[in-house]
């Protein structure tokens, strides 16, 4: 698994992502990440789980929605001390 944090997802010159925060859970890939304004310059209040996934050599990213999934995830993916939670 390669260390995707730091770095951005771009679907289209419209849809970017910058990702935050990585995590491996039941074996697939996710990712935190925040949405990038099309000029690149700034972040917007968009944020997305975002799953990675292979198929016939080529990365695919798709959006997480299972509420029950997102739930545990968000969790893993939070580093903060108990104190500033």
Do not use: C, W
Not at 12 to 35: C, D, H, M, P
Not at 51 to 62: A, I, N, P, V
């Amino acid at each position: 698994m390669e260390n995707r944090t730091n770095k951005t997802i771009k679907f289209s010159e419209e849809e970017k992502y910058f990702i935050l925060k990585q995590a491996v859970f039941k074996g697939n890939s996710y990712y935190l990440t925040v949405r990038i304004t099309p000029d690149g310059h700034d972040f917007t209040n968009e944020f997305a789980v975002l799953q990675e996934k292979e198929r016939d050599g080529h990365l695919y990213f798709s959006r997480v929605n299972d509420t029950k999934t997102l739930g545990i995830l968000l969790k893993y993916l939070d580093d903060r001390d108990e104190s500033e939670k």
